[in-house]
């Protein structure tokens, strides 16, 4: 006989104080505006990890989401004190092509380590 699938239930909803906390706790420069992208804009972790510096428009204050879930592009909006944070990281860090450089310039950051850093910020956090 087949098992009855395991019900799932829903993540609880942070409060914005337990988000500035969150993000307080990001060890360096970079985690923090990771965490803020990823809250500012709703992306998902590998869509965050893809953007490439390109994919920035200022101008029209969108972000060029390509080949997000389900291989399918969009664009998302961008508020303009998320692009301000972007601009101070990108002065400070100078990534080269993806917006969030990885161990070797040049090269994306890896997935797991992106998820390691959320996850030392929500044990620090705690």
């Known amino acids: 006989m087949p098992r009855p699938r395991k019900e799932r ?64 592009g969009r664009y998302v909006s961008v508020p303009d004190c998320l692009l301000e944070v972007l601009r101070n990281y990108y002065r400070a860090y100078r990534p080269e092509e993806y917006l969030f450089n990885g161990k070797c310039r040049g090269s994306r950051w890896a997935n797991r380590s992106a998820q390691h850093s959320l996850e030392q910020a929500r044990q620090a956090s705690a």
């Open 9 to 72: 239930s829903l993540p609880g909803i942070l409060s914005t104080q337990e988000v500035e906390r969150l993000i307080s706790y990001g060890r360096t420069f970079k985690h923090q505006v990771f965490m803020v992208l990823l809250y500012g804009t709703g992306l998902r972790l590998s869509e965050a990890l893809n953007l490439r510096i390109a994919d920035i428009d200022g101008q029209r204050q969108q972000l060029r989401i390509v080949k997000g879930k389900g291989v399918k």
